[in-house]
């Protein structure tokens, strides 16, 4: 792919497009066979985003093995392995090498119908976004590290990392979706941007319709965040309009870094309804219409 996809595709017949993305990432929980579980969600994502079904995965590691116990990179593995089936993908072995930091992911390939690939790029005037996730993972994971948080409260957050996107991919492909991508490590604002990269469209979001875990805005007022969200705010700030009132630690929420997140889909007005009915039909209950494409101003996003 030419623009900034969520995963690199190349045909090899008029049935049949392959689908390759990888990724991996340093631990942001403490049970190790749930890191696995949100390594390998996240990883698997990027093949959802684009309308395709993941085929196979390999495991990319890396593990201090002079000073932590085997045991736990089984637990990770086991935990990778869980999604990886449930995805209806097969692992086909993988990769490990020794590091001072422990990492993991995986290299996935899916499968997708040339003609129904869906990009970031196909959005329209007039088309909704539909987020099926909440936002703050990285907020909220940050504040686990530090002590700040219990398990117990951070219940909804794993649950939101660890769930994967096949439903809501599945059921964007069926209502025919203009446009997707996942909301990762560039934040809803960072990500909201590649969806009008390309044409002469922009962004408006509704700021009190995007959903957030609990505990987050008091975090962001106590200057709780990971380091990726100022960066992430330095970098596209530039591309953001903040209209009314919204108070700069709300506004950060919007840069946080998220793992695992969900997806944000583009269609029509009246399908999007039909979209969140079957979302939450299925379970996905924090789906919601978030904001919609507009004409002006190009390549741009209008918070209000």
Not at 4 to 20: M, R, W
Not at 48 to 59: D, E, F, L, S, V
Not at 144 to 164: G, I, Q
Not at 259 to 282: H, M, Q, V, W
Request: charged content about 25%.
């Amino acid at each position: 792919m030419e623009r900034l996809d969520d995963a690199g595709v190349y045909k090899i017949s008029n049935e049949v497009a392959l689908i390759q993305t990888i990724d991996f990432i340093t631990p942001i929980v403490n049970d190790p066979y749930e890191f696995g579980q949100i390594a390998a969600a996240n990883s698997i994502s990027d093949v959802y985003t684009m309308g395709g079904k993941p085929i196979t995965a390999m495991n990319v590691v890396c593990f201090p093995n002079t000073r932590l116990d085997m045991s736990l990179l089984r637990e990770i593995l086991r935990g990778g392995l869980n999604k990886i089936e449930e995805a209806g993908a097969a692992l086909m072995g993988g990769h490990s090498v020794t590091d001072q930091e422990m990492k993991y992911g995986l290299s996935v390939t899916g499968v997708v119908h040339p003609d129904k690939l869906i990009t970031n790029s196909g959005t329209r005037i007039g088309d909704v976004l539909v987020l099926t996730k909440p936002i703050g993972t990285g907020v909220m994971s940050t504040a686990l590290k530090n002590r700040l948080v219990d398990d117990e409260a951070f219940k909804p957050v794993m649950h939101s990392m660890t769930t994967l996107n096949k439903k809501a991919a599945e059921l964007m492909i069926e209502l025919n979706a203009h446009a997707c991508t996942d909301i990762t490590g560039f934040g809803l604002i960072g990500h909201a941007s590649h969806l009008v990269q390309e044409g002469e469209t922009g962004i408006e979001l509704n700021f009190e319709a995007i959903r957030y875990f609990p505990d987050v805005m008091d975090f962001l007022k106590k200057e709780v965040a990971p380091g990726g969200l100022g960066r992430n705010r330095d970098y596209y700030s530039h591309q953001v309009d903040f209209k009314g009132r919204i108070a700069e630690y709300k506004r950060n929420l919007l840069f946080d870094p998220q793992t695992s997140g969900g997806l944000l889909i583009a269609l029509t007005a009246s399908d999007a309804g039909i979209l969140l009915e079957k979302l939450r039909k299925s379970g996905i209950m924090d789906a919601e219409i978030i904001g919609k494409i507009i004409k002006q101003p190009e390549h741009k996003i209008v918070v209000k």
